[in-house]
């Protein structure tokens, strides 16, 4: 059975930094990109970055780049989201799903939350 | 960056109705096009990829057709769990993006 499960979310102030972590299993993790994608409250969804099977390749949404980091360690089946300088408009539920420019965004986890307020 | 419309918003039928949705692009996206369904509460889930195929578990009452700019998905039978906000995703060029979803609501 595919899973998908991502931690690391909470309240953090303007200007704060979080780091999200997703962990998958059920699935050949290597063989995948994976990506993150968002969604702010009451909203829809918003594409926020994608890495390549090796990890090799990473893109971002304009919102994010240059404060985002993606990564990911195939040896663990982890994906992780470096979030730097984060602002309210960032506030949103995180979802890791594999999936990326070459496929379909195929298994989503659950999310996690982020908030940022002061 | 490619904008993807979806239309209507909203659409209200009653269970057993058909449901036609429709997605179009700025620009062509070739059949690089998934349609998700996103019940409340809940993450999203792959209904359909590349415009037409069915992804893993998905009933036949749902199908994708379409390319180039313009998609639509189609429930041919609306069950009561079918109820639920659906968005359409293009993969053809970075940034990837969503169209802003329609919401089939009971009515």
């Known amino acids: 059975e595919v899973q998908v499960l991502e931690s690391g979310g909470g309240l953090v102030q303007p200007g704060g930094s979080l780091r999200l972590s997703c962990t998958a299993s059920?699935?050949?993790?290597?063989?995948?990109?994976m990506s993150w994608v968002r969604q702010a409250p009451g909203k829809g969804l918003q594409w926020v970055s994608s890495?390549?099977?090796?990890?090799?390749?990473?893109y971002f949404a304009d919102s994010v780049k240059g404060r985002f980091t993606i990564s990911r360690h195939n040896s663990n089946n982890a994906l992780y989201l470096e979030m730097n300088n984060l602002r309210v408009d960032d506030t949103a539920v995180y979802y890791c799903?594999?999936?990326?420019?070459?496929?379909?965004?195929?298994?989503w986890g659950q999310g996690t939350l982020v908030t940022v307020s002061s | 960056e490619i904008v993807l419309t979806q239309s209507p918003a909203t659409l209200s039928l009653s269970p057993g109705e058909r449901a036609t949705l429709s997605c179009r692009a700025s620009q062509s996206v070739g059949s690089y096009l998934a349609w998700y369904q996103q019940r409340p509460g809940q993450a999203p889930r792959l209904l359909i990829s590349?415009?037409?195929n069915r992804a893993s578990g998905i009933p036949t009452r749902f199908s994708g057709r379409g390319s180039g700019t313009d998609f639509t998905l189609t429930i041919s039978s609306l069950e009561p769990e079918d109820f639920a906000v659906y968005y359409c995703?293009?993969?053809?060029?970075?940034?990837?993006?969503f169209g802003g979803g329609t919401k089939v609501e009971i009515k």
């Open positions: 590349d415009a037409s």
């Open positions: 890495i390549s099977k090796s990890g090799g390749n990473t």
């Open positions: 059920g699935f050949t993790f290597s063989n995948y990109a």
């Open positions: 799903t594999n999936g990326g420019g070459g496929q379909a965004l195929d298994n």
């Open positions: 995703q293009q993969r053809n060029s970075w940034p990837l993006t």
